[in-house]
């Protein structure tokens, strides 16, 4: 059976940027054992940017590990964003394994 892994990347600043990251990510990773998830990617085609869409973000996210729909999480980027930390809690609240997949991310992760 696959492992359905959450990805987790900055998206903000860079956006379109970020966005390419993540699907290079996505394609890298994605096999018969592993399914990559991003659902930003859904919601960004038809949302606007804006605070209700963080607190949209936010739900849809708690659906994915709250269903446990998600095995784990993977790390990726130069820096624990924001939003990431939100989705990193919303992991250890879920007790779904948190995977740093470099050792900046390894190194920020276990100071907080």
């Known amino acids: 059976m696959a ?3 959450f990805i987790a990347h900055a998206i903000s600043g860079d956006v379109a940027g970020n966005i390419k990251k993540v699907i290079k ?3 890298a ?3 018969t054992s592993t399914i990559p998830v991003f659902p930003s990617f ?3 085609q038809y949302l606007p940017e804006n605070d ?3 607190y949209y973000a936010g739900l849809v996210n708690d659906e994915y590990f709250s269903r446990g729909m998600i095995d784990e999480i993977w790390l990726y980027g ?3 964003t924001e939003g990431m930390l939100k ?3 919303l992991a250890i609240s879920y007790e779904i394994p948190v995977i740093p997949k470099n050792k900046v991310l390894k190194e920020q992760l276990f100071k907080r």
């Open 87 to 89: 989705e990193i809690n």
């Open 29 to 31: 990773i994605h096999s």
């Open 42 to 44: 859904t919601w960004r």
């Open 52 to 54: 209700s869409t963080k």
């Open 25 to 27: 990510i996505c394609k």
């Open 3 to 5: 492992k359905t892994i």
């Open 78 to 80: 130069t820096k624990i």
